[in-house]
């Protein structure tokens, strides 16, 4: 079966400016997971959809971050505006129930 | 809160030598534990999780509850298990990860 795709695959940006990731998970799962990963460290979960219903996005800093999951199946992820910070990979997932999540390669960006 | 540690950056061993990466969490209620791999210009995959029991790649790990751990072993390394490996607690439907560990097998 196909993976977890996401683009764009590297993303390059000057701060204070928008990005938009896209992710189209596995067909048939239900769970769509956006993590952030910076360097050094492990991914962090940013929002959990179910289907096209957020089910937790208690660690997405809602001040520039927005995610939508339009038709509960492809998502995208925005920053506006994007800080030094937001440098990162990344991760989408995407899981049939709430079990083994499947990652896709993920989206490196960094804001200079 | 939830928390996942793993003390070690990076575990260098040599081809053939048993290879144990630690992990050790802290949460208050019945954890679920998994270990995730990423081998190089790969994506994130799981490895094995505590409930299956099973050996994936000769890899084993065991949930001690009272020392709070699960650490990852293997007897014998091999060069293809080089790779970076991260532990992982789920509450509810939602992962924790550790900061993770790249291990790298030596001839």
């Known amino acids: 079966e196909a993976g977890v795709a996401q683009s764009p695959r590297y993303k390059i940006i000057e701060k204070r400016q928008s990005v938009a990731f896209w992710c189209n998970p596995i067909s048939g799962h239900a769970t769509l997971y956006w993590y952030q990963q910076i360097l050094g460290q492990g991914p962090k979960l940013l929002i959990q959809f179910q289907n096209n219903g957020v089910v937790d996005d208690s660690q997405l800093p809602k001040d520039r971050f927005s995610a939508e999951r339009l038709k509960g199946v492809d998502s995208t992820l925005k920053i506006q505006p994007a800080k030094l910070e937001d440098s990162a990979v990344y991760l989408c997932a995407s899981s049939p129930t709430t079990e083994t999540q499947y990652f896709g390669p993920g989206t490196r960006l960094l804001v200079l | 809160a939830q928390r996942v540690t793993q003390p070690e950056k990076l575990l260098s061993v040599f081809k053939g030598a048993p290879v144990e990466l630690k992990c050790n969490y802290s949460y208050s209620g019945s954890p679920e534990l998994f270990w995730y791999v990423q081998y190089s210009r790969q994506r994130l995959q799981l490895l094995l999780r505590h409930i299956s029991r099973e050996s994936i790649k000769g890899f084993t790990a065991d949930l001690n509850k009272g020392e709070t751990s699960f650490h990852l072993k293997k007897p014998f390394a091999q060069e293809e298990d080089s790779a970076m490996y991260y532990c992982?607690?789920?509450?509810?439907?939602?992962?924790?990860f550790g900061t993770g560990t790249r291990l790298q097998v030596t001839l």
């Open positions: 992982a607690l789920r509450t509810a439907s939602k992962l924790t």
